[in-house]
């Protein structure tokens, strides 16, 4: 902890609820749970240095099946210690997983769970119409409906250039960097150890990473010039990844999941807008995302480098 707080280092801390929740997957080796020791050492961290706990500490949350989200949203509001910092929500990915084969009722789960987001969703639009963001349970609300609503909002009102940002895909290595035990470099901690692009003793393997950009859009590219959501799509590299290899086949499903929220967020913008025109003005003023043109440059001066050694 002193070494955390002495560097400045961010902290993300895996916490999903309240104790009965965090509890039934976060466990120790001995199968114990672990809620009260990570509630513990948050309160350790906080009496240590509370700005550097103010600014410094985050949560990420996996919801996972049977939902109660009301009940996670309720014990952050109610925990002052916790309130008003980042609070980053996901869902636990159906991809290469058995973890809901123990669950024989998911189309039920599935329905209370749309019921759920439906009224949270319905919640914090009457927070922004009212100009609330600063009430408890905002943050965690923000996190689970405002991406979308923002890339409408600050979406790009020109024609199409010649190209087109190939949908979420980082450039890796530049904006994340997952780096296991034994020193492999790897894209992320959602991509895990599939696709490692360099080592802490030679660097990056640059031509591992675009040949990995490469392989993405050759599969992606013809779907995507057609498509009417191109300019909101966020999928990145785990959408289209099964085993070792990219799979237009899986890309292709979680596209349609992604068309179904854009579509959801674009109902949700036009309901803003129609009842408070400037009550997304706040977003102006956010910073914006790093240089999306970053992987086009790094795969032309590669193609450019190849071109080159190859004529040579």
């Known amino acids: 902890m002193e070494y955390l707080v002495d560097n400045n280092v961010s902290v993300l801390v895996s916490l999903d609820g309240p104790e009965e929740m965090n509890d039934r997957y976060r466990k120790t080796k001995g199968g114990t749970g672990t809620f009260r020791n990570v509630m513990k050492n948050i309160e350790r961290l906080r009496k240590m240095n509370s700005e550097y706990f103010k600014k410094k500490l985050g949560f990420s949350i996996v919801l996972a099946p049977p939902y109660d989200i009301k009940s996670v949203l309720k014990f952050f509001e109610e925990n002052d210690f916790l309130l008003n910092r980042v609070i980053l929500p996901s869902f636990v990915d159906e991809d290469d997983t058995n973890f809901f084969e123990r669950f024989t009722n998911m189309e039920q789960i599935d329905y209370d769970l749309g019921c759920q987001l439906a009224e949270l969703k319905s919640a914090y639009i009457k927070m922004l119409l009212e100009e609330e963001r600063n009430a408890p349970g905002y943050q965690f609300m923000s996190n689970l ?146 240089i999306i043109d970053l992987v086009f440059r790094f795969i032309k001066e590669r193609r450019d480098a190849n071109i080159y050694n190859h004529t040579a």
């Open 145 to 290: 409906f405002e991406d979308r609503i923002r890339d409408i909002y600050k979406r790009c009102l020109v024609r199409l250039q010649g190209q087109v940002f190939p949908n979420g895909i980082c450039l890796p290595g530049v904006q994340k960097l997952l780096i296991s035990p034994d020193g492999k470099f790897h894209i992320c901690e959602k991509i895990g150890h599939l696709f490692p692009i360099g080592d802490l003793y030679n660097g990056f393997d640059i031509d591992k990473i675009y040949r990995l950009i490469y392989e993405y859009i050759s599969i992606s590219e013809s779907d995507c010039i057609n498509c009417w959501a191109v300019r909101f799509c966020k999928a990145c590299f785990i959408r289209a990844i099964k085993g070792e290899h990219m799979s237009l086949e899986r890309k292709r499903r979680h596209c349609e999941e992604i068309k179904v929220s854009i579509i959801s967020g674009l109902k949700a913008f036009c309901e803003l807008m129609s009842k408070k025109p400037n009550v997304l003005e706040f977003m102006k003023e956010e910073r914006s995302q790093p």
